[in-house]
């Protein structure tokens, strides 16, 4: 290769600059008459595709470089793309398991509540059918004590009765008794009068017009004893 070829490489041609120039010598090569041949240069066209030859291991290499720096760059995009994924699955994950963590607080919360309105519902129940046993035992009792009083009642104002007609007995028999003192003294102090008084006797004489007058009769009394 000559000089001005390994300048050229050095300058950086690409391959695809020394395929335009190869082409553009191609066609404006000097065609030959009644043919599709054409006359071109072949030095020419020879140190075109040496140089091309030459270019080409550089350009493979290049490719190579880019392709491995794009393979470097693809692969940590997919091991950051790789992380990112990992970070937000667990994100996820962590997200999915505190919801569900919360629901099932929300849960336990909601059945802590029931269980205690439940509770509260029982211990009201209780307490008014404690309150309605408790009424319902004051009631007897009150109904107990009252019949209890009333039988005491009873037998008080049936006592109370039977005082009241012994004393109106014994007032029967008080005053009974003074009247026949009375009947027995009235009768002795008559019989001590007849005893000491003389004794008349009526004699009605009939013939003697309408004068009625008596006569004392002595004895009358005695023998009327």
């Known amino acids: 290769m000559t000089d001005y070829d390994a300048d050229r490489a050095e300058a950086g041609d690409s391959l695809i600059a020394i395929l335009d120039e190869l082409i553009e010598v191609v066609a404006s090569a000097r065609g030959v008459p009644m043919s599709a041949s054409a006359m071109i240069n072949r030095s020419e ?4 595709l040496e140089t091309a030859r030459d ?4 350009q493979i290499e290049a490719a190579d470089t880019i392709i491995a720096e794009a393979s470097e760059v ?3 995009a997919q091991r950051r793309a790789k992380t990112i994924l990992e970070r937000a699955h667990d994100d996820a994950e ?15 919360e909601h059945a802590l509540t029931r269980a205690a309105e439940e509770n509260a519902d029982r211990i009201r129940q209780e307490a008014r059918l404690q309150a309605s046993r408790m009424n319902a035992g004051a009631d007897r009792y009150s109904d107990d004590s009252l019949a209890h009083l009333q039988g005491e009642l009873e037998s008080l104002l049936a006592k109370v009765h039977a005082g009241r ?13 003074e009247q026949a003192d009375e009947h027995r003294e009235e009768r002795r102090r008559d019989e001590e009068r007849e005893e000491t008084e003389p004794a008349y006797t009526e004699v009605r004489f009939e013939d003697h017009g309408d004068e009625e007058f ?4 002595e004895g009358a009394s005695r023998g009327n004893a």
């Open 45 to 48: 066209v020879l140190d075109l």
């Open 94 to 108: 962590e997200t999915i398991a505190q919801a569900r963590r919360r629901a099932a607080e929300l849960v336990s």
């Open 214 to 217: 008596e006569l004392p009769f």
């Open 165 to 177: 007609q012994e004393l109106s007995r014994r007032e029967e028999t008080r005053v009974a008794s």
């Open 74 to 76: 693809k692969a940590e």
């Open 55 to 58: 270019i080409v291991p550089d």
